[in-house]
């Protein structure tokens, strides 16, 4: 928060199977497909957190087991890739894609932790 100068006046974050976030992602975002986080951001403001996200613990261990990381580092990476789309960056085309990993990557190497998981 003191980083990006934000105020939270709400967050959600919620870990949800693989096939209920795919329906989320059909019904509010006509998207039909698996994903592993979805993110609403309620904020009429940019420098205020107001928002959810959701996250597929199933998508984040197979994520994990792809990319040889712990699967709390997994979490832990979907957790900052939801709020960074609260922060209102995107990853819709290849260069903001790449905007978007490289704070992700940043934010993970600079506060180097892990959320704790049982599986």
Not at 31 to 39: C, L, N, P, R, S
Not at 44 to 54: C, M, N, Q, R, T
Not at 87 to 116: G, T, V
């Amino acid at each position: 928060m003191k980083e990006f100068n934000l105020t939270i006046s709400f967050l959600s974050i919620s870990f949800i199977n693989s096939a209920r976030l795919r329906d989320v992602n059909k019904e509010y975002l006509k998207h039909d497909f698996e994903t592993d986080v979805i993110t609403f951001n309620y904020s009429k403001k940019i420098k205020e957190i107001d928002g959810e996200i959701l996250i597929s613990f199933e998508e984040a261990d197979r994520n994990a087991k792809k990319y040889k990381v712990t699967y709390g580092k997994e979490l832990c990476r979907l957790v900052i890739h939801g709020m960074l789309h609260l922060l209102n960056f995107d990853d819709k085309d290849p260069k903001s894609k790449k905007i978007m990993k490289q704070m992700e990557n940043e934010l993970i190497n600079r506060y180097n932790f892990a959320l704790f998981a049982c599986k």
